[in-house]
T-cell receptor
């Protein structure tokens, strides 16, 4: 099956620093990748949709200058949380969709971000 | 945009009983409806999906039904087992049209 990896699995950083999270499709080409944020016991909140080689489409209320998304290749997308603050602490999950997928998304294992 | 409502938010059943989770959607153009299972601290895993050209799909103890007229779809789990305990999410989307809209999730607890 399609495998998506995410790195790092967890990260602790100081307030004001930036953190980069990588999402990779390991055995397929992902034309579209999605970035979600999930709070404890809550649903997946879509932050942005990224298509390879083009700018990401951000959901309403998501600051694009704070959450920088780059989808430079068909197997890699990155999310950079800039000038992180404690309220950015959350579980970030990416998903990827391949060319041949009807609309099925394959999720990464998630990254637990804690900002001190 | 699409709006997906999921009920109930929590569900507790006895081992061996059936569990049913229901979702409604608002966009009549949506035609792909997956269900995901998420265990604590882990990624959502697709367990079953249905497309709008069929009304029901079954995979062993799991089935999904779709009523396009009423714009609702349901997940049915029979002969529940403790390992079925998890959070289940429904979603709806238009095929090849990008993002999916997720329900708020149902926490299923199967008591041994």
């Amino acid at each position: 099956g399609a495998v998506v990896s995410q790195h790092p699995s967890w990260v602790i950083c100081k307030s004001g620093t930036s953190v980069k999270i990588e999402c990779r499709s390991l055995d397929f080409q992902a034309t579209t990748m999605f970035w979600y944020r999930q709070f404890p016991k809550q649903s997946l909140m879509l932050m942005a949709t990224s298509n390879e080689g083009s700018k990401a489409t951000y959901e309403q209320g998501v600051e694009k200058d704070k959450f920088l998304i780059n989808h430079a290749s068909l197997t890699l997308s990155t999310l950079t949380v800039t000038s992180a603050h404690p309220e950015d602490s959350s579980f970030y999950i990416c998903s990827a969709r391949g060319v041949s997928s009807y609309n099925e998304q394959f999720f990464g294992p998630g990254t637990r971000l804690t900002v001190l | 945009g699409e709006n997906v409502e999921q009920h109930p938010s929590t569900l507790s059943v006895q081992e061996g009983d059936s569990a049913v989770i229901k979702c409604t959607y608002s966009d009549s153009a949506s035609n792909y409806f997956p269900w995901y299972k998420q265990e604590l601290g882990k990624r959502p895993q697709l367990i079953i999906d249905i497309r709008s050209n069929v009304g029901e799909k079954k995979d062993q103890r799991i089935a999904v039904t779709l009523n396009k007229t009423a714009k609702h779809f349901s997940l049915h789990i029979t002969e529940t087992q403790p390992e079925d305990s998890a959070v289940y999410f429904c979603a709806a989307s238009r095929a090849n049209a990008g993002k999916s809209t997720f329900g708020d999730g149902t926490t299923l607890t199967v008591k041994p």
